[in-house]
């Protein structure tokens, strides 16, 4: 990573920053930081931006809210920004669409409201005529007059007035509570009949279907009259004061409105087939219209990083650009200021910074998720080990500890094969769902657990819960037909018994153990899940030790290229010691134990080995190395008698010395680590002080009384003493601007975690133990518990249908649970055994990353944006 100075011309600036933002190439600094936002040179052009995007998205609803498909482009590879002139005919274009749309949309919204208003009227017009031919206006009179003898106190009418109605049309779910106010507003002097409209009618202000119905209201009086309107106005009912009052009248005016209905739906039809049209056209255009004003919009942007020279001529910007492509960019910016047609070349000038450049890690589609998986750890510091590449294999590896099924295994695989080979179609179609982007986003990596899962069952041999016998089983039957039958004849009925296969005899040690994977005779043995859970344990530590230790290595890589001698001396070589002197120890038990303790008796390391009850216990005895417990050497006495508790003796010459100058090794090694790095800053700093101090003198004027002090080789100066120690780690957890006190602290907390860390991550490993049991348990008992009371129905009808309901059953339950929520428990489990048990050993990640500025990017952020 180089940091660069950029000196363009001002006229080419746009087009030089159009070609450099084709490809990744550049990270630019803002020049500008203490400007605010809104004082920038170019916030004028990014707010025309801004409002061009608006109509953009004014123009994508409309389209939406017509039904009308957007033709997407995609993310394709051409970033050519349109010219300057052509991005003004586009802003005149969205100006006069937007202007003729909402135009549109206005004398859509009149028209609708004027049709609904004459649709309303028809219905008040035929109503009215259907009520009033029920004789409904004597019912009326009739009911107000007995209502006015029952209760003579209420005068509401002189007999001057005659008898009124008002009509109109109220929403239906209205009408009950509407009938219910006015019978006593009026005091039950108010006749109310209503009459439900057929038609549902459209609301021009939310374009929903409405249902209303029409009513008349009897009344004999003005006041009562004033109460209705008031009534009317409350339920927001709106009223047709104007009815005709005979039936001739009213049909006059039912046929005058038909006319004007026929004529409006006629105008609306035209309206919006030509509304239609519009949008088709705009809709064709929208995606690369927005393309180009994102483009442009992001370029403006990026110029407002940028400051100027002296004379105001050129823009001086700042930015970071990758070793390997500064010649790139060099050419692009030549590009830019040809297509421009200027004559004045760009510079581009290397500069030297004390700032921590960002970091970069060049992927493709394969490997950026396994990049992504450490990035949200935490970004690399400036060429630090980069653990991505060896997480590419170790990642499914322990996936695969704990997910070990090779039916399951095939089932992962098929779902991450498919994800890969419709790669292209799937992005195409550009599914915005959540949860299946992520699964998208992680085809590879689904892929690669699947294959590595499927190895873990050929190991296991497991696949489904049950195993396969490929090559011949190295166990045997020791016992002859006859013993077979009379142990079963005199066995209770229907239970089963239990046989033993002695290893001495049922074991062929002339064909030796099990070609490949675990033997399938352990599938069917009682005590399978103990040798599985030993087997599986001891296999765990094995595995977690060395990841961890390989991580130590890694942590050797950064010392040496940082050139951090102290680091390797103080830290590095403890560390290993530590790690070795107890947990490799360990691991080395475990290998011996499984390679030469066996059941029959026999010489091993020169000492008689009387059988498998007297294999060591790899337990106590690391108990007892930190103990310094005394034991006896070898498993007998000189006449081949047995020692009590032989699995607790030594089981190799000198093992118990060889154990105590391990563990004084290990406890040796913790002060080197939490002292030996501070105190050789600490002494580095005394010389460096030291030094200066022998090389300095002071001279005195007489005559004035003043004192210089001045460096005898360059004369009398101001003098900056250097603390720096040389080669204390300056590029990878240097601490040059911290205390002795802070140095000290921070070692300890190192030195801590690092300790404890060996012991706790070396438990923490045994998840892969305790998850490929649950994950074998658990597969073993949905296949007994399911598929094998399917597999026992007859052959009837019922039982073939019951036998189909069950598998599908069984085959739901396995996708969902065994391959889904155990794949993703293995997963959880997987990435934290990297982040904290792997990447602690090595990685600080304290780093930020390379954001280059690339149209590619900027648009895919934008996508982002919009699909939330």
């Known amino acids: 990573m180089r940091f660069c100075q950029m000196i363009v011309e001002r006229d080419a600036a746009f087009s030089c920053i159009a070609e450099l933002g084709k490809h990744p190439y550049v990270q630019f600094k803002d020049l500008n930081e203490e400007v605010n936002p809104f004082q920038r040179m170019f916030v004028r052009e990014i707010r025309r931006f801004d409002e061009m995007e608006r109509k953009i998205r004014f123009l994508e609803s409309q389209v939406r809210k017509d039904g009308i498909d957007i033709v997407d482009i995609g993310l394709d590879e051409n970033f050519e920004a349109i010219s300057h002139a052509e991005i003004n005919q586009l802003e005149t274009t969205l100006a006069d669409l937007e202007r003729d749309v909402l135009h549109m949309n206005e004398s859509d919204y009149q028209l609708k409201k004027n049709f609904l208003e004459l649709k309303e009227w028809e219905a008040v017009l035929e109503k009215t005529d259907m009520f009033f031919q029920g004789g409904i206006d004597d019912a009326a009179i009739q009911e107000i007059e007995q209502q006015n003898l029952d209760e003579p106190g209420i005068i509401m009418r002189n007999d001057k007035e005659p008898m009124g109605f008002s009509v109109g049309v109220i929403k239906r779910e209205k009408v009950i509570a509407f009938e219910r106010i006015l019978w006593r507003a009026c005091r039950r002097n108010a006749f109310v009949r209503h009459s439900e409209i057929e038609e549902p009618l459209e609301n021009p202000d939310t374009g929903e279907k409405v249902e209303k119905s029409v009513f008349i209201v009897f009344h004999n009086s003005e006041r009562l009259k004033t109460i209705i309107d008031k009534v009317c106005e409350g339920f927001k009912a709106k009223q047709f004061p104007n009815c005709p009052k005979t039936s001739k009248e009213r049909h006059a005016a039912a046929l005058q409105v038909r006319g004007r209905i026929a004529e409006h739906r006629t105008v609306m039809t035209q309206t919006q087939e030509h509304r239609r049209k519009v949008l088709l056209a705009a809709a064709a255009n929208l995606r690369h219209w927005h393309k180009q004003i994102r483009i442009h919009k992001s370029i403006y942007h990026t110029m407002n990083l940028f400051t100027f020279d002296g004379i105001g001529k050129f823009f001086v910007a700042e930015c970071w650009v990758p070793l390997d492509d500064l010649e790139n960019v060099r050419n692009s910016l030549e590009t830019g200021v040809e297509k421009n047609g200027g004559t004045v070349r760009p510079v581009l000038n290397v500069l030297h910074t004390d700032e921590t450049p960002p970091t970069y890690n060049r992927t493709n589609k394969f490997t950026s998720v396994f990049q992504g998986i450490v990035d949200s750890y935490g970004i690399a510091s400036y060429l630090e080990v980069n653990p991505a590449p060896y997480t590419i294999i170790t990642f499914p590896f322990l996936f695969s500890i704990m ?54 069952g050929i190991i296991y041999n497991d696949v489904f819960a049950k195993s396969f016998n490929v090559f011949e089983s190295s166990w045997k039957n020791p016992y002859n037909y006859t013993s077979l039958e009379s142990w079963h004849n005199t066995s209770e009925l229907g239970k089963e018994m239990m046989l033993e296969l002695p290893p001495n005899v049922a074991y062929q040690h002339d064909i ?37 230790t390989f991580g130590v290595i890694l942590s050797l890589q950064n010392h040496r290229f940082f050139k951090s001698k102290i680091d390797i001396y103080t830290v590095f ?126 001279r005195i004027n007489m005559q004035t009384e003043q004192t210089e002090i001045g460096n005898g080789s360059n004369g009398f100066s101001k003098v900056e003493i ?100 155990e794949g993703l428990s293995a997963f959880l489990h997987t990435l934290r055994l990297h982040w904290v048990e792997f990447q602690s050993k090595f990685y600080l990640g304290l780093g930020y990353a390379f954001v280059p500025f690339s149209f590619k990017h900027v648009l895919e952020l934008a996508r982002e944006s919009d699909s939330s």
């Open 573 to 698: 070589i403890p560390q290993v010691l530590f790690l070795s002197c107890i947990f490799i120890y360990l691991c080395i038990q475990i290998i011996f134990k499984w390679i030469f303790f066996w059941v029959l008796p026999g010489d091993i390391f020169g000492r008689y080995y009387p059988g498998s009850h007297c294999a060591p216990s790899l337990l106590i005895g690391l108990i007892n190395m930190f103990m310094f417990k005394d034991r006896d050497p070898g498993f007998a006495h000189a006449d081949g008698s047995e020692l009590p508790n032989c699995y607790l003796n030594q089981w190799y010459p000198g093992q118990s010395k060889i154990e105590a100058i391990l563990v004084i090794i290990a406890v040796l090694s913790i002060p080197v680590m939490l002292f030996g790095k501070p105190a050789y800053i600490m002494m580095q700093r005394r010389k460096a002080k030291r030094a200066v101090a022998d090389n300095m003198n002071v």
């Open 403 to 456: 997910f070990g099924d090779l039916g399951h295994g095939i089932l992962m695989f098929l779902a991450g094969l498919y994800l890969v080979l419709r790669e292209k179609n799937l992005e195409q179609r550009q599914i915005r769902d959540e949860i299946f982007n992520m699964f998208f986003g992680g085809r590879y990596i689904i892929l690669l657990m699947g294959i590595f899962s499927m190895h873990a």
């Open 722 to 821: 250097d603390e720096k120690p040389h080669g204390s780690g300056g590029g990878h957890g240097g601490h040059d601007d911290e205390s002795f006190g802070d140095i000290m602290v921070h070692q300890s907390i190192h030195t801590i975690e690092y300790v404890l860390g060996c012991v706790s991550h070396t438990a923490s490993y045994l998840r892969l133990w305790a998850l490929s049991l649950a994950h074998a348990q658990l597969s073993e008992v949905l296949w007994h518990m399911v598929l094998v009371n399917a597999l026992n129905i007859s052959g009837t009808v019922p039982g073939v249908i019951a036998l189909y309901v069950i598998f599908f059953f069984f085959a739901t339950m396995t996708f969902a649970i065994l391959v889904l929520m």
């Open 512 to 548: 030796g153990p099990y070609s490949y994977g675990m033997d399938p005779i352990w599938n069917i043995a009682e005590n399978k899940l103990n040798f599985l859970n030993s087997m599986k344990m001891k296999l765990s530590v094995i595995v977690g030790i060395t990841q961890m």
